[in-house]
Nanobody, 111 residues
Framework: QVQLVESGGGLVQPGGSLRLSCAAPGSIFSTNAMGWYRQAPGKQRELVAVISSGGTTDYADSVKGRFTISRDHAKNTVYLQMNSLKPEDTAVYYC?????WGQGTQVTVSS
């Protein structure tokens, strides 16, 4: 059983920042792309950002220039730095690798 352990969600005001973390087993982390997805109430889950094992990144248009995905191979951890947060970024954020998913972490952007 592969466990992805997420942390870092919370409540933040518009314009604020949060950093999400996701730790994965080294055996699966080192050779696979890692992604962050989100799902808002009443909406489908959508891809936010993805990073290849070599560090190539891609982002949803809605977060380009505001979010940064990165990975630390020494810690088997992928990060999502979220800046200039907007109320529409409110969602449950999930870490993904292959067919494995984290438990989700709530991000709420509200004044």
């Amino acid at each position: 059983q592969v466990q992805l352990v997420e942390s870092g969600g919370g409540l933040v005001q518009p314009g604020g920042s949060l950093r999400l973390s996701c730790a994965a087993p080294g055996s699966i982390f080192s050779t696979n792309a890692m992604g962050w997805y989100r799902q808002a109430p009443g909406k489908q889950r959508e891809l936010v950002a993805v990073i290849s094992s070599g560090g190539t990144t891609d982002y949803a248009d809605s977060v380009k220039g505001r979010f940064t995905i990165s990975r630390d191979h020494a810690k088997n951890t992928v990060y999502l730095q979220m800046n200039s947060l907007k109320p529409e970024d409110t969602a449950v954020y999930y870490c993904n690798v292959k067919w494995y998913w984290g438990q989700g972490t709530q991000v709420t952007v509200s004044s």
